[in-house]
């Protein structure tokens, strides 16, 4: 088993930045691929970014391509998501997964065995 728990949201300006962290614990060495979902009222879940475990090679949503990070602290065996450049429409909870094996659908949330509570990002603009 794999347990992931978030951090660091909260309310922020348009145009202010924000880093949530995923700490994973339990069996991380089975992990292959983490990733970030958000999901706003009304909406549904969507891919944000994801990570290969090895941390080596990243994937981007459109919409956050250029304004988030997404990178892996291997000494505190975390995820990090670096949000910059924040827009009102980014305000949703955003979700840390994780997955077992090998991919290709990396966007899929169907894919993700593992997910943490959630955090709530407020943008106001």
């Known amino acids: 088993q794999v347990q992931l728990v978030e951090s660091g949201g909260g309310l922020v300006q348009a145009g202010d930045s924000l880093r949530l962290s995923c700490a994973a614990s339990g069996r991380t060495f089975s992990i292959y691929l983490m990733g970030w979902f958000r999901q706003a009222p009304g909406k549904e879940r969507e891919f944000v970014a994801a990570a290969r475990w090895s941390g080596r090679t990243t994937f981007y949503a459109d919409s956050v391509k250029g304004r988030f990070t997404i990178s892996r602290d291997n000494a505190e065996n975390t995820v990090d998501l670096q949000m910059n450049s924040l827009k009102s429409e980014d305000t949703a909870v955003y979700y840390c997964?994780?997955?077992?094996?090998?991919?290709?659908?990396?966007?899929?949330?169907?894919?993700?065995?593992?997910w943490g509570q959630g955090t709530q990002v407020t943008v106001s603009s």
């Open positions: 997964a994780a997955r077992r094996n090998y991919v290709t659908d990396y966007a899929s949330m169907n894919e993700y065995e593992y």
